[in-house]
């Protein structure tokens, strides 16, 4: 038996550590306990030198060394290499791609009236359906709305031209690049469907055209998923403003039926936190006091920054909400959810609850979510868990006491706000003037994951840390945004973690929001939200006509695990922006991919940075990752000209 990591070297979050500690004295596995025993990896798998795409392998190959130089289809290292990228960007993409689709296709029925929500934000929906170019004239609401979700869900269906949502948001300086290059996405699943063939057995063999291959995965993500998702949400939820919460374990409540809500679609979510409302009273009847919402993972931000609701945990440590004994239900849809959960909640009177046809665990409870019928769905689980409530045994109890209070909800609507107060004919140019007088030296978006091979919370904290220090601007998304949340970085604490310039600006902005400073890290939202900190940049480089690459902009996922981080990043970098990673990509296997990531534009060959402006940044220590991207900052300063 492998053996088990000290709880301090584990996380750097004290209730963490100490529920781990529960929940090895009660032989209770997590994934932490889990990621030690797995710890001797595959050298192969881990260089993206292990192929099984057809049942002539799986061929492993060694590039350099005395074993075989080839595949039995005779492909390469580099081959090998790219192929086994692209897999995980068609995983990244595909995930965000479908939960895109799922909010068009619940915006469509709620147009329609066969959905009980209702269009919360019309001057969203007024200003998307404008930029699609829709005819609005005497339409009402509902039909602006169906409008809206048929050019969305067009985005999954058509068969020629560019996808809608890259017309609309896609910035024209890099949409030249694209075309050029021939990447620019016709609509996700045609080209979810031409990566999967491409990558199989027998298809594309050119290393450099599969990384092309992965780029448009990239672009489906960023423009099928992030800005599909956070635009259509808004719409139907609300574009985030600024709110209040309070983040780490210490947020249930052992007075109260305690429901988490993990996973990634709001959907659901947000009509179980209607639904705990209205059945509020039946709680009193079973002996609570009330019924308490706390938020897992994305799901978890995308309750928090629209209603506020206090969040429990990130990723890595998801086990561990159960392990408290004071959890009624963890409902879960789609993404992130570890099947390890059922496993700990079975030691517990913990009801697991799965919510999608196509994602269920084994000895789970399933109720089906299907828009039309949310409310029914909603009030069910909410009433299981009141049910749930008497079967908890007191004796196994166990809350950690405290909570971090955190400050979020900086869309780019917000933000814009607090700065038109400022300057109302120009909401930017206070950010603009401060970045080229050098308040602020640069932005960073930390975002991306947790992940319980890593230390948790080290990473994120030390890279937002180490650049706030240095005057760099933090906006977060993600479970990394949980990360900087709890360790102080979401409230007026956090400003002795800023250098001079920027704790002044962040005074100054922070009196216009009615706050006595913003907070150092902007929490922008949840995965798909990484459509925000870009449309900033976007709208930043329109103002000063430059391409986004030439913004002294950055991003760092200093702790992910997720496919999906790299497709976000891969997105980031096909706008030109750098993107830090801090955990092994896995294409060490071939030079040539390597060198295309991570070289820059003066190197030999071809390169990410030559081609859209941005590179990768590969590198495990957060100090030395915030010294590369802070030279990568002023590199762009220079070329920008200030
Ligand atoms: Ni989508 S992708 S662990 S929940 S951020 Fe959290 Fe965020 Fe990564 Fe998953
Ligand atoms: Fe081996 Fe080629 Fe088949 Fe991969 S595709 S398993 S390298 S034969």
Known sequence: MAKLREPEEVSMDTQIQHMLTVARSRGIETAFDRADQTSARCPFGSAGLCCRSCLEGPCRIVP?????????????????????????????????????REVAAALLKTAEGKAPYVIRDVGKLMQVAKGLNLEMEGKSINEVAKAVALAALEDFQKHEGVMNWIEYRGHHKSREIWDKLGITPVNAHLEIAKAVTRNAMGGDADPLNLLLGSVTMGLVDGYSGLHLSSDLQDILFGTPKAVKFNYSLGVLDEKQINIAVHGHIPLLSEKIVEWAQILERKALTVGAEGINIVGVCCTGNELLMRQGVHAASSFSSQELVIVTGALEAMVVDIQCIMPGIQQVAECYHTEIITTMPHVKIAGATHVNFEPEYADDAAREIVERAIRNFAKRDPAKVVIPGGSVEAHAGFSVEQICEVTAKINADKPLQPLIDAIKNGAIRGVAAVIGCTNPREPQDIGNVTVARELLKNNVLIVTTGCAAHSLAKFGLMNEGGLEACGDSLKALLRQLGQHAGLSALPPALHMGSCVDNSRPLDLLSAIADELDVPISSLPAVGS????????????GTYFMAHGVDVHVGVDPQVSGSNLVTRTLTGSREDKGI????LFGGKLIVEIDPVKAAAVLLERIDIKRRTLGI
């Open 557 to 568: 996922c200093p702790e992910t695990h997720s496919p999906k981080a790299l497709t976000i």
């Open 64 to 100: 350099n060394g005395s074993g075989p130089r080839r595949g039995v289809c005779g492909a390469d290292a580099d081959t090998l290499v790219a192929r086994s990228l692209l897999n995980t960007m068609i995983q990244g993409a595909s995930g965000h791609a479908e939960h895109g």
């Open 607 to 610: 390169t990410m940075d030559g």
